[in-house]
């Protein structure tokens, strides 16, 4: 079917508004807490993870004995028996995620506790354990954050009612159905008042969830809320957003476990957009495409996750704790900064260097003072393996125009000692240069 104008101008709005659903907003200290961190892990599953599938849309515009066999059926199926819920604490902690974001109801309305509201729901499954209580407790045991991802777009419940499963009708949005607000609302209560996450992240169609963002905030008003409150883009770079926001990506082409078909991205372009969004002040939230149907991460997931983890490892300081600096790059160059430390951080995008190897590099919008010191992140800057003749050490000089840095990469992180990722250079006692 054409593409008319209404549907383009349709498009554009929900682009422009990002799902920014309510005119309330969270807490200005809370919001700063947000922005710290850097880096979010998704564990994204539902009841039909099990087939490697696209998580709840198939619902939509399904068959009335597929809707049967999907809503009666596939709960008898659901069987993560290797499900470990502090594993995967151990995981982020190790690799560096400051937050947790794990599914409570999708869009088909298959709950991941042990709700009163309805039977779809995890206890009523060959599994039979209280999933996001078991999450809660393993977080909260390493001291990571937890986010709830919640959707109002319940299949679940329009099936159960006689209506055809759907996202844009008036039925399936909790603003034009007071059944379905309140059992929402219902809902949301359990998750707060038993569960107490740090977040929330709303998934609605358009503008279906602005009465359940304000209503957990009448509950906890200290929440944060990503999406539904601060712009989440999806999948897409914006260059025009800048912090605070949640940009949504997955390792491969979809959110939960997909058995097969994929293609996944590389830990370089995974870091990359790790460090753009952190340039502009915004926090990446990284679908890692599993728990799978046993309740494990699939390992070419977890390479993916444990790359990043040892450039965090490297890394870390640079993305998170930090602020947009007064320009996002230059070229392949992108900055953070550390306002209370006056510290810069350059994030070399450029091709990758071997052991041993010297770049180097011209800024114009960092200029060194006369108590700056410049090193490269994790290493000593004092030995070269093996060479003992070379002192790697970073050099600077700044002219009227410029900041000349030239630097060797002189730590072996790979047997074979290439590594494919970026460097980080750390500038103290920074102070900003022209910005064209």
């Not at 759907?166 to 359990?190: F, K, M, T, W």
């Not at 010191?373 to 002219?399: A, D, H, K, M, N």
């Amino acid at each position: 079917m054409p593409t008319t104008a209404d549907d383009s101008s349709q498009r554009e709005q929900d682009r422009a508004s990002q799902a920014v659903y309510t005119n309330m907003s969270n807490l200005p200290a809370r919001l700063a807490w947000y922005q710290d961190m850097a880096l979010g892990m998704y564990l994204y599953w539902t009841v039909d993870a099990p087939f490697g599938m696209v998580n709840a849309h198939s619902v939509i515009g399904a068959s009335a004995d597929y809707l049967q066999r999907y809503f009666t059926q596939l709960p008898r199926f659901f069987y993560p028996r290797l499900f470990d819920a502090e594993w995967y604490a151990r995981l982020a902690k190790l690799c560096g995620f400051d937050y947790v974001t794990v599914p409570a109801k999708n869009h088909n309305g298959f709950c991941m506790w042990d709700t009163a509201t309805t039977d779809f729901n995890v206890m009523n499954t060959p599994y039979g354990q209280d999933i996001l209580r078991q999450y809660v407790e393993a977080f909260r045991k390493y001291d990571i954050p937890l986010s709830f991802y919640f959707s109002p777009d319940d299949a679940w419940f329009q099936w159960r009612r006689g209506k055809v499963p759907a996202r844009a009708r008036d039925y399936a949005n909790p603003e034009y159905n007071s059944e379905l607000l309140e059992y929402g609302q219902a809902q949301i209560r359990e998750l707060i008042e038993r569960y107490q996450p740090d977040m929330l992240c709303f998934d609605g169609y358009r503008q279906a969830t602005r009465s359940l963002v304000e209503y957990a905030w009448s509950l906890r008003r200290d929440l944060i809320i990503t999406r539904g409150a601060i712009v989440t883009p999806e999948q897409e770079r914006r260059d025009d957003v800048r912090g605070p926001f949640e940009a949504h990506y997955t390792i491969g082409t979809q959110w939960q476990y997909k058995a097969g078909n994929d293609q996944l991205k590389s830990g370089r372009e995974l870091i990359e957009l790790l460090v753009d969004i952190r340039s502009r002040g915004g926090t990446l939230l990284l679908a890692v495409g599993g728990p799978d149907a046993d309740g494990q991460l699939p390992r070419d997931m977890d390479d993916r996750v444990r790359e990043i983890g040892l450039w965090n490892f490297v890394n870390g300081e640079a993305t998170r704790g930090i602020r947009p600096w007064q320009a996002t790059r230059e070229g392949d160059l992108y900055f953070t900064w550390d306002k209370a430390r006056g510290t810069v951080y350059i994030l070399d995008l450029g091709p990758a260097l071997e052991m041993g190897e010297w770049r180097t590099i011209n800024v114009q919008s960092v200029r060194a003072s006369n108590q700056t010191e410049i090193v490269v992140l994790g290493q000593s800057g004092t030995v070269l393996e093996y060479q003992p003749e070379v002192i790697p050490e970073t050099r600077w000089e700044q002219s009227d125009d410029w900041l000349k840095i030239t630097y060797c990469r002189a730590q072996r992180l790979y047997n074979n000692r290439k590594w494919p990722n970026p460097l980080a250079l750390k500038v103290t006692h920074a102070q900003p240069g022209r910005v064209n």
